[in-house]
């Protein structure tokens, strides 16, 4: 069972994937065609961005050499990727997340759009850097400050626009693999819409009390048929709940993990055990995260292991640990989870709050932000994200939080 690979309210960095290797052919399904014509014009604007920023920095010495500290010494590198390369980890939540559901919808069409308005503005920027020549001195300047900030513009929405193509690509596949899976989550993110609707129907003071009534009538049974979608944690065996004198209640989770940067899970564990933590004047359950390590050539043995770096496939990789605790391993193009079974990291930026969300599927926790999809023949499927509970960390990694009816939940589970 897939449990996470991140909405697009936490999109991660992550390198071309195997994707980026061949053509596709006539037979290739629309989805895969569409993609690769959408990442090639990416790749197109991503180089000439490059080519770009190098003529810039030229320019700037020239003209204004005070002003070059501010570029890059060299474009920037890729993200790393492949086994044993290790996101960056940003301490809490994501800000500015919206307070109340909205769906978020991407596509191959979308991407395309964010692409090509990118492609507009570098036009405008290389006009600029070609006519400098052509002012005086101050005038040169003021330019090229501008272009500066310009390029810093052009170079954030060039990672945006790598974030949609390598997001499509991951969810693309999902969808056309499990057409079954995507169609019942449609149907829940309907919901989650209509309710949302009543809702506001029924704040409008301006109708008649009784359709303000039944209005939340009706969203209060869309809630609960909605909650009733999202089922309880599958509590894993690894999972020791301990029971204090006091009656705080601790999870001890043992952590099998290849990654050998003891700084790196120290953050890891701080992040996880900080999060998931409840106390309230009836309820006081916290997680001990018990961190075991396992090298590489432990795991393989006379097997060949994969370099730093290497592409792997992951589930075979994780098959090679004890089945006795969660996994924490590297090697996925984008941060995922598998319930009850392990978390690989992919690279670029994670917060600590979805690296929490990610621990949260570890505890047994599927996720509860509903992703469906529609067929938009030869552009592939648009998909859509929405989040029905944003204070839930199930539900929205980014900002959400770890609930007490997470810990009753879990203590439920135990007791079955």
């Given amino acids: 069972m897939r449990a996470c690979a991140f909405s697009m309210s936490v999109l991660l960095l992550a390198p071309a994937g195997p994707e980026a290797a061949q053509s596709p052919g006539a037979d290739a399904p629309a989805f895969e065609r569409r993609g690769r014509d959408v990442e090639a014009t990416f790749t197109a604007f991503a180089d000439r961005l490059t080519r770009f920023q190098s003529r810039l920095r030229r320019a700037l010495e020239r003209h204004a050499p005070d002003l070059a500290p501010r570029l890059d010494a060299r474009p920037p590198a890729p993200v790393a990727s492949g086994y044993q390369s290790l ?6 939540r994501v800000e500015g997340l919206p307070a109340r559901p909205q769906s978020v919808a991407y596509s191959w ?23 400098l020549g052509a002012t005086d001195e101050a005038a040169v300047r003021a330019a090229c400050d501008r272009l500066v900030a310009e ?42 819409i209509e309710r949302e609707r009543l809702l506001a129907l029924e704040a409008d003071a301006a109708r008649p009390a009784d359709a303000r009534s039944g209005a939340r009538a009706q969203a209060e049974t869309l809630r609960a048929e ?14 020791r709940i301990l029971e204090r004198a006091d009656g705080h209640h601790v999870l001890h989770v043992p952590l099998y993990t290849d990654i050998g940067n003891r700084t790196f899970l120290d953050t890891v564990e701080r992040a996880i055990e900080d999060t998931w933590r409840v106390a309230t004047s009836g309820l006081h359950v916290s997680v001990d995260v018990e961190i075991r390590p396992v090298a590489t050539d432990a795991l393989y043995g006379r097997d060949a292991a994969p370099a730093p770096g290497a592409p792997i496939d992951v589930e075979a990789h994780v098959a090679r640990f004890p089945g006795d ?15 009850g079974r392990y978390v690989a990291l992919g690279p670029g930026e994670l ?34 994200e929405i989040v029905p509970d944003p204070d839930d960390i199930m539900a929205a990694p980014g900002a959400g939080a770890v609930l007490p009816s997470h810990a009753e939940q879990l203590l439920a589970a135990a007791r079955r």
């Fill in 87 to 92: 996101p960056a980890i940003v301490p809490g």
């Fill in 109 to 131: 069409p979308r991407t395309q759009g964010i692409i090509d308005g990118e492609i507009v503005r570098l036009a405008a920027a290389e006009q600029a850097l070609d006519a």
């Fill in 151 to 192: 390029y810093d513009v052009l170079e954030h929405n060039r990672h945006i626009a790598d974030e949609h193509v390598r997001h499509n690509w991951f969810w693309q596949r999902e969808a056309a693999a499990r057409p079954d899976h995507f169609s019942s989550q449609t149907a829940l993110h309907d919901l989650v």
């Fill in 226 to 239: 909605i909650q009733r979608a999202q089922p309880p944690p599958l509590l894993p065996a690894y999972v």
């Fill in 325 to 339: 605790g969660g996994v924490l391993t590297t090697g996925a193009s984008r941060t995922l989870a598998i319930v």
């Fill in 351 to 384: 917060h600590g709050n979805a690296l929490a969300h990610e621990f949260g599927h570890l505890l047994g926790f599927a996720d509860r932000y509903f992703r469906g999809a529609r067929d938009l023949g030869d552009a592939g499927f648009e998909l859509f």
